[in-house]
């Protein structure tokens, strides 16, 4: 089963444009990871932020983590035709296992 | 170095088939994952070893699909009297630790049940 649920769904913008994707998730985890996904195979690791950290960059990504609300959110800045891609988020549970739960993904297009 | 490889990157095979899917993980890497992914989802995991263990096996759909890791390194995940709702891409993931890192995926598997 699905952990959590990406927003939205799809997302198109402009080149140089900003794109944010939202995560929700249910249960308490040790922390939260992100991955972007081309063309429906292998996934790349981005960022990954741990249950007590609230904010996290690396390059021109962003992640934010709010464990009271179960959220995070992943910001793109300036993104680039290249960034175009599934991106998903993934959460490791607190206890005993060490699997990740992903979310259903936000689909990003950049036009050029 | 080298990435975590999958073998073979395409199967078709016929409803009652039994297949095998292979992962070969970066090396040195103690931890492996399988996970699965249909079309328009996110991965589901499947099972995840710890050394030549399955430390949690949880994902599993039920008894058809099993999986082995006898030395330590190379995988194998086969399924049984394979249906199609089995149709999806296969993908394994290490790590060189476990308890929360990141995992790196391989390109994965994609298997099409007729």
């Known amino acids: 089963s699905q952990q959590g649920e990406e927003d939205p769904q799809a997302l198109s913008i402009q080149e140089g444009e900003n794109a944010t994707m939202n995560c929700s998730y249910k249960?308490?985890?040790?922390?939260l990871q992100w991955y972007r996904q081309n063309s429906g195979r292998g996934l790349v690791h981005l960022i990954l932020?741990?249950?007590?950290?609230r904010e996290k960059h690396s390059g021109r990504l962003r992640v934010t983590l709010d464990t009271s609300k179960k959220s995070s959110s992943l910001l793109i800045t300036a993104s680039r035709a290249a960034d175009t891609a599934s991106y998903f988020c993934?959460?490791?549970?607190?206890?005993?296992?060490?699997?990740?739960?992903f979310g259903t993904g936000t689909r990003l297009q950049v036009f050029p | 170095g080298a990435g975590v490889s999958q073998t073979p990157s395409n199967k078709v095979t016929e409803k009652g088939k039994y297949v095998e899917l292979r992962c070969d993980p970066i090396?040195?890497?103690?931890?492996l994952y399988w996970y699965r992914q249909s079309l328009g989802q996110g991965p589901e995991f499947l099972i995840y070893?710890?050394?030549?263990?399955?430390?949690?096996d949880s994902g599993l759909p039920n008894d058809r699909f099993f999986a082995v890791r006898p030395e330590g390194s190379v995988s194998t995940l086969k399924i049984q009297r394979t249906e199609r709702g089995d149709s999806a891409v296969y993908l394994c993931?290490?790590?060189?630790?476990?308890?929360?890192?990141?995992?790196?995926f391989g390109p994965g598997t994609r298997l099409t049940v007729l």
């Open positions: 993931a290490s790590s060189p630790t476990v308890l929360g890192n990141e995992q790196f």
């Open positions: 249960t308490s985890i040790n922390n």
């Open positions: 932020i741990r249950s007590n950290e």
């Open positions: 993934a959460t490791g549970p607190m206890y005993n296992t060490d699997k990740l739960i």
């Open positions: 090396s040195g890497h103690t931890a």
């Open positions: 070893f710890q050394g030549t263990g399955a430390a949690d």
